[in-house]
């Protein structure tokens, strides 16, 4: 079954990043994680990126954290095998359960720009999503 899903939105004018919001609620005990689509895909000028953390409060308050650090989402994930969405791992590295409510703002993604060396020959394309450009 398909839920509305909420784009993610900007919380105030000086707000760098985007915020998403949670598909469906959850709680995890310490030393737990979860791996969830979020059900958003984001198309990007090919000298752009996504990077995706944790909501602060939430990494300061519960030690919430990605479990990769900081999300990267290239602009060619839109194209990928996955159709671009976006996927995220949450690990309680904490010492409290921490509930997220259906809703819920937990991460924010802020789009950068990146620049290429000027001997920079890549050509490959990608094929998948996680990991699939180290195979």
């Known amino acids: 079954m398909q839920t509305a899903i909420i784009l993610p939105r900007r919380a105030t004018f000086g707000s760098a990043g985007y915020d998403?919001?949670?598909?469906?609620?959850?709680?995890?005990?310490?030393?737990?994680?979860i791996k969830f689509p979020t059900g958003i895909r984001i198309e990007l000028d090919s000298n752009k990126f996504l990077a995706c953390f944790p909501r602060s409060g939430l990494g300061f308050k519960y030690k919430l954290q990605l479990a990769?650090?900081?999300?990267?989402?290239d602009s060619d994930y839109?194209?990928?095998?996955?159709?671009?969405?976006?996927?995220?791992?949450?690990?309680?590295?904490?010492n409290k359960?921490?509930?997220?409510n259906k809703g819920d703002a937990f991460m924010q993604g802020i789009i950068l720009p990146f620049f290429r060396v000027?001997?920079?020959?890549t050509n490959d394309v990608r094929t998948g999503g996680f990991g699939s450009t180290n195979r």
């Open 20 to 33: 998403f919001y949670a598909p469906f609620g959850f709680t995890l005990e310490p030393g737990e994680d």
């Open 97 to 100: 359960r921490v509930k997220i």
């Open 118 to 121: 000027g001997d920079d020959d």
């Open 68 to 73: 990769n650090s900081t999300g990267i989402i």
């Open 78 to 94: 839109f194209f990928a095998a996955n159709e671009g969405n976006i996927h995220v791992k949450l690990c309680n590295n904490g």
